[in-house]
């Protein structure tokens, strides 16, 4: 995940090991084409665990052999504004949905203000053998 200011990259997270059972058989249904999207949206979550804005994943994309990425931008004007957030999660709706990952990407969190824009890339490698 990048943090965005005045159109330049000011910080970067990674976080590792994030996806739960459920996405994980949804990635696999996925490719297999037994239908289902993994991921339609990305939820922004603040430090207290409270969903602060929940927008629709913008790309997805094969990156390589054996990678899928997820993309999802939160831009400068967000209901999410004033709020210091520290994790992401993958749904599958607009509201209630499936949560098929979590991650939480800095203890202390992004305050996030009309200043600056964050721009998620989950992204899965399949392991030799499955997912």
Same mark, same amino acid.
């Given at each position: 995940?990048?943090?965005?200011? /005045?159109?330049?990259?000011?910080?970067?997270?990674? +976080?590792?090991?994030?996806?739960?059972? /459920?996405?994980?058989? +949804?990635?696999?249904?996925?490719? /297999?084409?037994?239908?289902?999207?993994?991921?339609?949206?990305?939820?922004?979550?603040?430090?207290?665990?409270?969903?602060?804005?929940?927008?629709?994943?913008?790309?997805?994309?094969?990156?390589?052999?054996?990678?899928?990425?997820?993309?999802?931008?939160?831009?400068?004007?967000?209901?999410?504004?004033?709020?210091?957030?520290?994790?992401?999660?993958?749904?599958? /709706?607009?509201?209630?949905?499936?949560?098929?990952?979590?991650?939480?990407?800095?203890?202390?969190?992004? +305050?996030?203000?009309?200043?600056?824009?964050?721009?998620?890339?989950?992204?899965?490698?399949? +392991?030799?053998?499955?997912?």
């Amino acid at each position: 995940m990048t943090v965005w200011e /005045a159109g330049k990259p000011v910080k970067t997270y990674h +976080a590792h090991n994030t996806w739960g059972i /459920a996405g994980l058989n +949804a990635l696999r249904n996925w490719f /297999a084409g037994l239908g289902g999207t993994p991921i339609t949206h990305i939820a922004w979550v603040d430090t207290a665990g409270v969903e602060r804005a929940r927008d629709i994943v913008t790309q997805r994309l094969v990156t390589a052999d054996k990678a899928v990425l997820f993309r999802q931008y939160l831009p400068s004007a967000t209901p999410s504004n004033g709020y210091t957030l520290n994790r992401i999660r993958a749904y599958n /709706a607009q509201s209630g949905g499936t949560r098929f990952a979590e991650a939480v990407f800095d203890a202390a969190g992004v +305050a996030k203000t009309t200043n600056n824009q964050i721009t998620v890339e989950w992204t899965h490698t399949f +392991a030799d053998g499955g997912t």
